[in-house]
Every structure is written in C-alpha cells, then in structure tokens.
C-alpha cells in the first residue's frame, strides 16, 4: 500500500510538473493542503494513515483486546482501575495471569468502546478543530475515574503499536509504524490537555485552537 501511495504520488507530481493538471490528474483540494501548525503529519501521511486505518476499522474488537492485554501485562497496576477486570479469576491465583481478561465480555465491551473512539478521532485528523475538540472532552472526563492520573495515558502507545502491528501484518511497514507514532503521540498529548483543563463544562473553539 505504501509503495502504491508513493507512485501515486509521484505520478501526480509529474503531471503537476509538465502542466496536466488539473484536466488529467485526482489532486487532493487545495483547503486540505494547508498547513496548520497542530497537525504535525503531512497530508502525504494523514492520507496513508487514513488508507491503513480501514483495516483497523474492520477488526476493531480484537485489535482491541489485544491493545489492552498487552497493556495490562506491562502495567498490571492499571487493572486496579477498573472494578469488572480486576475481579476475574486468576490461573492457580497468580497475580500477573490476565487470562481470565482474554476471553472477557467486559472486555471486549470496553475494548471496542474505546477503539470506536480512537477511530472517531484519527478519521477526524482532516479536521483540527474537531479532532482537538473531540479528544480533548475525552481527556476531561478521565478525571472522573479515581486513580487515574495523566501520565497514565502515555501509557497506551506501546500497546497501541502492537496491536496495530498484529492486525496490519506485513502492511505495518517501517514508513506506517513511524506514522502511527506520530498519530498515536498526537492522541495522547490532546487527551492530556483535555485531562489537566480545570472543569468539566463545554470546550470551547478558542481553547481548542490556543
């Protein structure tokens, strides 16, 4: 897909070099060109971002439940926070067995929950207004959860590469991974913007844009 992108590309530079555009070639609007300074990927890679993301989309609970296994086995303290997890029975009680949580409806509930809103979010990236207002009210109501503090979203973005990683398969290339850390690092630093605001009220446009 990366390789197809990337002659596309080049094709349509070409075409914009030797003057046949824009009878000839699918250019991308100009308005979606612009830059704007809280977006830090380039339109090249919000476009690929986007076209890899629809096979995220089609398999979002178990890429789900594998984000947050993987989560878990790395900061078991998280289960903590979450009363319908930490409950489920453990093999021969061994604390660090997750088990239980793989086969877990709640789980899978929660884990399709929060990767509906990830994708609201990353299919909104055309959209700096929406995807910071979005984000950034989704930050603000994890202050509701006792224990959780900001740093814990920082958290996820090992478990968010290997899931992507395990759904993509060969298509998670060096060029996708090195763009889903941009988008995934982008996510996490609106949510805790969101998080350290003082209340819960409407987030206005100014705030999203300061």
């Known amino acids: 897909m990366g390789c ?3 002659r596309f590309l080049k094709k349509v530079d070409k075409q914009v070099e030797d003057g046949a555009c824009p009878k000839t070639c699918p250019v991308i609007p100009t308005q979606t060109l612009a830059s704007d300074p809280r977006m830090p990927l380039t339109t090249r890679q919000k476009y690929s971002m986007l076209a890899s993301w629809k096979a995220i989309n089609r398999a979002m609970e178990p890429t789900g439940v594998y984000m947050f296994i993987k989560l878990f086995e790395e900061n078991e303290e998280l289960v903590e926070l979450f009363d319908k997890f930490k ?3 453990r ?6 067995d997750l088990s239980g949580l793989e086969s877990s ?4 509930e929660h884990a399709t929950a ?3 809103t990830l994708d609201e979010g990353i299919k909104a990236l055309d959209t700096v207004d929406v995807f910071d207002d979005f984000l950034r009210q989704i930050g603000r109501t994890h ?3 006792p224990g959780f503090k900001k740093e814990y979203f920082s958290r996820i973005e090992p478990a968010f590469l290997e899931s992507a990683k395990m759904t993509l398969g060969d298509r998670y290339t060096d060029n996708i991974e090195s763009i889903y850390k941009i988008t995934i690092n982008l996510v ?5 913007k969101g998080f350290e605001m003082e209340d819960f009220g409407e987030i206005s446009m100014v705030e999203t844009i300061s």
Do not use: F, H, Q, Y
């Not at 093999?91 to 660090?96: K, L, R, T, V």
């Not at 409806?105 to 899978?108: G, K, N, V, Y």
């Not at 996490?188 to 805790?192: A, F, Q, V």
């Open 114 to 116: 929060v990767m509906a």
């Open 4 to 6: 197809e992108l990337s």
């Open 188 to 192: 996490i630093e609106t949510l805790i």
């Open 87 to 89: 409950a489920l029975p």
């Open 105 to 108: 409806l709640e789980l899978a």
């Open 143 to 145: 202050k509701r959860i």
């Open 91 to 96: 093999i021969d009680g061994e604390a660090n």
